[in-house]
């Protein structure tokens, strides 16, 4: 049963489930994005990559 403690992500092509505070050691950024980014001109939110040094590579954003 999924409770309001527990994080759903997607690794490597499989969904994950571990306790919301037992996820510290997985890397976020290194994990693919569910759904792809979207660009639209006229759009009342954009996205796009920043590179963060604190990762060492780009990572996606949309607003």
Known sequence: ML???DLDFFDAGR???VALGG???VRFEDVAPVR????NKGA?????WY???T????VGYES
């Open 44 to 48: 009342r939110s954009f996205a796009g």
């Open 3 to 5: 409770s309001a403690s």
């Open 55 to 58: 990762t060492g590579g780009h």
């Open 15 to 17: 969904c994950r489930r």
């Open 36 to 39: 792809g980014f979207r660009w």
């Open 23 to 25: 996820g510290g050691n």
């Open 51 to 53: 590179y963060a040094v």
